[in-house]
Nanobody
Framework: QEQLVESGGGLVQPGGSLRLSCAAS????????WGWYRQGLGKQRELIAY??NIPIYVDSFVKGRFVISRDNAKNMVYLEMSDLKPAFTC?????????????WGQGTQVTVSS
């Protein structure tokens, strides 16, 4: 059974850093391009970065601040976030990019606040 489990979120002060992790199981991980998405309260979920063979940063704000990476041996996707702003208070999800038909994970909440 396909499953995605995100972790690593929490409360962080503006300017702080967090590292998000995503464990994927029940699928051929290495063949997929993987993305990190964010969803603010009352907003649509949006793709911010994805990684196939190389990382691509869709959201201009995250370029230079976030680093997306993957470990095919461990079926893991990571998002290292730095210089966080309150605008990034949202739920983060990992998921294939482009979106496909598998179930989304529960996401991990990031709250940026002083």
């Amino acid at each position: 059974q396909e499953q995605l489990v995100e972790s690593g979120g929490g409360l962080v002060q503006p300017g702080g850093s967090l590292r998000l992790s995503c464990a994927a199981s029940g699928m051929i991980f290495s063949r997929r391009t993987w993305g990190w998405y964010r969803q603010g309260l009352g907003k649509q979920r949006e793709l911010i970065a994805y990684v196939g063979n190389i990382p691509i940063y869709v959201d201009s704000f995250v370029k230079g601040r976030f680093v997306i990476s993957r470990d095919n041996a461990k079926n893991m996707v990571y998002l290292e976030m730095s210089d966080l702003k309150p605008a990034f208070t949202c739920v983060f999800y990992c998921y294939p990019a482009p979106e496909c038909g598998i179930l989304w994970g529960q996401g991990t909440q990031v709250t940026v606040s002083s």
